[in-house]
């Protein structure tokens, strides 16, 4: 596996400082963004997309912000659509060349050219691309 563009954070907390680590990449064409983060309390793999057809068209319960071109997993649960009021990606994010793979806390991302999937340790996780998007 390898790892791309991996930036360690401080967050200060109210409690303390926790240190968290955080690789952020992109597919080759620039339309999938994604982010991996762990930290003490977990792991979260987040991808989103800039254009697609989407796939899910039912606005997630609760959800009072943008939703339907994010989708997540966490290194537990299965993978879902994700409620953000952000978007992921930027100027000189990494890209994760088709084939290659990358893996933070018990989560992996592959990208192929047909898309980026991520999954945790039970194969939980989600499937995305222009095209279309699957949780699972």
């Given at each position: 596996m390898m790892?791309?563009?991996v930036?360690?954070?401080?967050?200060?907390?109210?409690a303390?400082?926790?240190?968290?680590?955080?690789i952020?990449?992109?597919?080759?064409?620039?339309?999938i963004?994604?982010i991996?983060?762990?930290?003490?309390?977990?792991?979260?793999a987040?991808c989103?997309l800039?254009e697609?057809?989407?796939?899910?068209?039912r606005?997630?319960a609760?959800c009072?912000?943008?939703w339907?071109?994010?989708f997540?997993?966490?290194?537990?649960?299965?993978?879902y659509l994700?409620?953000?009021?952000?978007?992921?990606?930027g100027?000189?994010?990494?890209?994760?060349?088709?084939g290659q793979?990358?893996?933070?806390?018990?989560?992996s991302?592959v990208?192929?050219e047909t898309?980026?999937t991520?999954?945790?340790?039970?194969?939980?996780?989600?499937?995305?691309?222009?095209?279309?998007?699957k949780l699972?």
């Open positions: 790892r791309v563009g930036a360690v954070a401080f967050l200060g907390l109210a303390g400082v926790a240190q968290a680590d955080i952020q990449f992109r597919s080759p064409t620039g339309n963004n994604c991996m983060v762990s930290d003490p309390s977990g792991a979260t987040r989103d800039t697609l057809t989407p796939s899910y068209t606005r997630p609760g009072k912000f943008d339907g071109r994010s997540a997993v966490g290194n537990t649960g299965k993978g994700a409620c953000v009021s952000d978007a992921v990606g100027a000189g994010v990494a890209v994760l060349r088709y793979a990358v893996s933070l806390g018990g989560i991302c990208s192929a898309g980026m991520c999954t945790n340790a039970k194969g939980h996780g989600f499937s995305v691309s222009k095209a279309k998007q699972f």
